[in-house]
């Protein structure tokens, strides 16, 4: 049977996108401007965020893989990217609701009480699957949890709880996973299970750490010749030593909980082991991993920094139509959340490429004329 030829807007159903316009109305011809045009932004925001869901759960099945296999981390890398794009692309659309006034948007706000931007379940899916910890969320400004504000107003579930619900209990969460391939990272040529593979993690740290102290201290020689007076040197002398005893402290977990501390100062090691050591032929692709991260996690708060720039501009710091503190609960979000925070940790510990330690056992790495390198994660 001969198959029907594809007409582009049956294909992408464009009868049905244009139908769905209208809010609470029958029909959008019923509404003005402003209000289709907000409307038609927060669907395409869904979208883009639906999009970024995907990605996100491809690089998570991905890196929850017992064995990653090295040429797929370009796929990953390039899932990542997408991820930040979109968020970048989402950011952008809040420059189309500043053409709205106050006046314009007030004249339909009314209608949206008591729903909010909040009750978005797919940015909930994002922060829950990319990791988020959930005793770090920020209180909306009313004594309603998150959850509570995605329920239907009798408390039943609704849609949204029920697709946050099934995203919690979908584990591991990026983070998790990825923090897993770290830590099968070889440092040093060794790996978790090697004989000896502790003492060898233990030695790159505090020879990373001396190298990083003498770093500091050069550093520090350098502001002592510009520093006012002798007061303006202690206070110098001071953050120097205190930024020396933070690396060492964070490249042994010592903030993590003394069950944890092993595990958490080996990943440490790896991200700091992966950015020094870039060049390397085996870890040129998980150095590009670690930085798309940092680079979604940027574009993430940009995302909400943008958002509250934009709620500011627009209605000012009134309460949000959820009973939110509105932009007072945006801007904490832009300032506090944060997912990958160790990759961003290291760069206050980098040093330069001369400074390094020597590496051990540098044919595991792929070096030219080594044998055949093994699969750097297992």
Same mark, same amino acid.
């Given at each position: 049977?001969?198959?029907?030829?594809?007409?582009?807007?049956?294909?992408?159903?464009?009868?049905?996108?244009?139908?769905?316009?209208?809010?609470?109305?029958?029909?959008?011809?019923?509404?003005?401007?402003?209000?289709?045009?907000?409307?038609?932004?927060?669907?395409?925001?869904?979208?883009?965020?639906?999009?970024?869901?995907?990605?996100?759960?491809?690089?998570?099945?991905?890196?929850?893989?017992?064995?990653?296999?090295?040429?797929?981390?370009?796929?990953?890398?390039?899932?990542?990217?997408?991820?930040?794009?979109?968020?970048?692309?989402?950011?952008?659309?809040?420059?189309?609701?500043?053409?709205?006034?106050?006046?314009?948007?007030?004249?339909?706000?009314?209608?949206?009480?008591?729903?909010?931007?909040?009750?978005?379940?797919?940015?909930?899916?994002?922060?829950?699957?990319?990791?988020?910890?959930?005793?770090?969320?920020?209180?909306?400004?009313?004594?309603?949890?998150?959850?509570?504000?995605?329920?239907?107003?009798?408390?039943?579930?609704?849609?949204?709880?029920?697709?946050?619900?099934?995203?919690?209990?979908?584990?591991?969460?990026?983070?998790?996973?990825?923090?897993?391939?770290?830590?099968?990272?070889?440092?040093?040529?060794?790996?978790?299970?090697?004989?000896?593979?502790?003492?060898?993690?233990?030695?790159?740290?505090?020879?990373?750490?001396?190298?990083?102290?003498?770093?500091?201290?050069?550093?520090?020689?350098?502001?002592?010749?510009?520093?006012?007076?002798?007061? @303006?040197? *202690?206070? =110098?002398?001071? %953050?120097?030593?205190?930024?020396?005893?933070?690396? #060492?402290?964070? !490249?042994?977990? /010592?903030?993590?909980?003394?069950?944890?501390?092993?595990?958490?100062?080996?990943?440490?090691?790896?991200?700091?082991?992966?950015?020094?050591?870039?060049?390397?032929?085996?870890?040129?692709?998980?150095?590009?991993?670690?930085?798309?991260?940092?680079?979604?996690?940027?574009?993430?708060?940009?995302?909400?920094?943008?958002?509250?720039?934009?709620?500011?501009?627009?209605?000012?710091?009134?309460?949000?139509?959820?009973?939110?503190?509105?932009?007072?609960?945006? @801007?904490? *979000?832009? =300032?506090?959340? %944060?997912?990958?925070?160790?990759?961003?940790?290291? #760069?206050?510990? !980098?040093?330069? /490429?001369?400074?390094?330690?020597?590496?051990?056992?540098?044919?595991?790495?792929?070096?030219?004329?080594?044998?055949?390198?093994?699969?750097?994660?297992?």
């Amino acid at each position: 049977m001969a198959r029907t030829p594809t007409a582009y807007w049956d294909y992408i159903k464009v009868e049905e996108l244009l139908s769905l316009q209208c809010g609470l109305a029958e029909s959008d011809r019923t509404l003005g401007n402003d209000e289709v045009m907000f409307i038609t932004i927060h669907q395409i925001e869904e979208l883009w965020l639906r999009l970024v869901l995907l990605e996100l759960v491809s690089a998570r099945d991905l890196f929850k893989r017992a064995q990653v296999p090295e040429q797929s981390l370009s796929a990953a890398v390039r899932g990542v990217e997408r991820m930040t794009l979109l968020l970048r692309y989402a950011a952008d659309q809040f420059a189309l609701m500043e053409t709205m006034t106050t006046r314009d948007y007030l004249a339909f706000r009314d209608k949206l009480n008591p729903a909010s931007g909040f009750q978005s379940a797919q940015l909930r899916e994002i922060e829950i699957l990319a990791g988020m910890p959930e005793d770090e969320r920020i209180p909306l400004g009313h004594e309603k949890s998150y959850m509570q504000m995605l329920r239907n107003h009798d408390g039943t579930a609704s849609s949204a709880s029920r697709r946050v619900e099934a995203r919690l209990a979908d584990k591991p969460t990026l983070l998790e996973a990825v923090s897993e391939w770290l830590y099968r990272t070889p440092v040093q040529g060794s790996t978790p299970g090697d004989a000896g593979d502790a003492a060898r993690v233990r030695g790159f740290i505090d020879d990373y750490a001396a190298s990083h102290a003498r770093s500091a201290k050069a550093a520090l020689a350098l502001a002592r010749e510009t520093s006012i007076g002798e007061a @303006d040197a *202690t206070r =110098l002398e001071a %953050r120097y030593e205190k930024e020396i005893e933070s690396a #060492r402290a964070f !490249l042994l977990g /010592e903030d993590a909980p003394e069950p944890e501390r092993a595990r958490v100062s080996r990943i440490r090691a790896a991200l700091v082991f992966i950015e020094s050591y870039r060049e390397l032929p085996l870890l040129a692709w998980p150095r590009a991993v670690v930085d798309s991260l940092v680079a979604f996690e940027q574009a993430f708060v940009m995302f909400r920094q943008r958002h509250a720039r934009m709620v500011e501009r627009v209605i000012g710091r009134r309460t949000g139509t959820g009973g939110s503190a509105g932009v007072d609960y945006l @801007d904490q *979000t832009a =300032l506090k959340y %944060r997912i990958f925070r160790d990759v961003w940790a290291v #760069r206050t510990l !980098l040093v330069q /490429e001369t400074a390094l330690p020597a590496v051990e056992n540098a044919a595991f790495y792929g070096f030219a004329g080594a044998a055949e390198p093994a699969p750097i994660h297992g």
